[in-house]
């Protein structure tokens, strides 16, 4: 059984996550922002965790992520305000990785997508400009990090069923939310996913088999 923290936990990824943690027996703290969603997360089976991480500093949230073995990074401001998507996706991501090491959960899980980094090729008048600028940063201050860190991109996200099957590194595709849940899951069983970034979208071939391979 891991204890495992999941920050954006009212995200349609991380609801599916905890839910797929939770039935394997690993014990889940889902973070949130909003009090109303409380009961989706519980329905999980996960601890409701309501926190704003847009405003906690690193010494609080590494109150918040300490005791857990894992940390799982799946917040984001949804886009729109470029100003709230560097709070989110750049600083407040930076703080929590901080946090992690300084409260030595040493295991952290990243959900990026596929083409992040700082060639990005996302022009600066495009609408997610700010979004793929935010994660290059926070990505690259993870792998900096001394943390086992996995950086995990997915394509187009889509809300069809889960498929269980991926294929790595090929190309921008899409892939359903279920199934980046289940790529998390298996990242977080799979100590040779450390230290990786692993680009994927839907595919025909088994999760565990082509994170292996």
Known sequence: MARVILIGGH???????????????????SVFRNPEHSDDVAATGAKPVVADIEQ????????????HDAVVFSAGAGGGNPERTYAVDRDAAVRVIDAAAQAGVRRFVMVSYFGAGPNHGVPRDDPFFAYAEAKAAADT????????WTVLGPGRLTLEPATGKIVVGQGKGEVSRADVAL???????????????????????????????
């Open 11 to 29: 995200g349609k990824v991380a609801l599916q996550l905890a839910r797929i943690l939770t039935e394997r027996g690993d014990e889940v703290s």
């Open 56 to 67: 906690l500093d690193t010494s609080a949230l590494a109150e918040l992520v300490a005791g």
């Open 183 to 213: 790529v998390a899951a298996a990242a977080l069983a799979d100590d040779s996913t450390i230290g990786r970034t692993i680009e994927f979208n839907n595919g025909d071939i088994p999760i565990a088999e082509a994170l292996a391979g």
């Open 141 to 148: 201050h993870l792998r900096a990090s001394d943390l086992d």
